[in-house]
Nanobody, 121 residues
């Protein structure tokens, strides 16, 4: 059973940094692209950053230059280094992974339960 477990959230002052981790387990075949999303109450979940299995990143405009996504394929883990945090970055951050269960099957998206990041002004 595929599981994603996020960690690293917490309370930080504006201008500070946090590093989120998301460890995937129970991968039956291939771990494809991974991503970080965030959500605040009353708003839709929004994409923060993605990274392909080959390590190519992509970022939302709101975090470009401040956040860095990376992954360690040997550990099936994706990271999000967040610098120069702003109060508007406050959200629950979710990890998503696209997993192939067999060569001939399309990938399936799995989600973690989220980790809360609070940035105080």
């Amino acid at each position: 059973q595929v599981q994603l477990v996020e960690s690293g959230g917490g309370l930080v002052q504006a201008g500070g940094s946090l590093r989120l981790s998301c460890a995937a387990s129970g991968i039956p075949f291939v771990l494809n692209a991974m991503a970080w999303y965030r959500q605040t109450p009353g708003k839709e979940r929004e994409l923060v950053a993605t990274i392909t299995s080959g390590g190519n990143p992509n970022y939302a405009d709101s975090v470009k230059g401040r956040f860095t996504i990376s992954r360690d394929n040997a550990k099936s883990t994706v990271y999000l280094q967040m610098n120069s945090l702003k109060p508007e970055d406050t959200a629950v951050f979710y990890c998503k992974a696209n997993v192939k269960t067999a060569l001939w099957r399309p990938g399936v998206d799995y989600w973690g339960k989220g980790t809360l990041v609070t940035v105080s002004s």
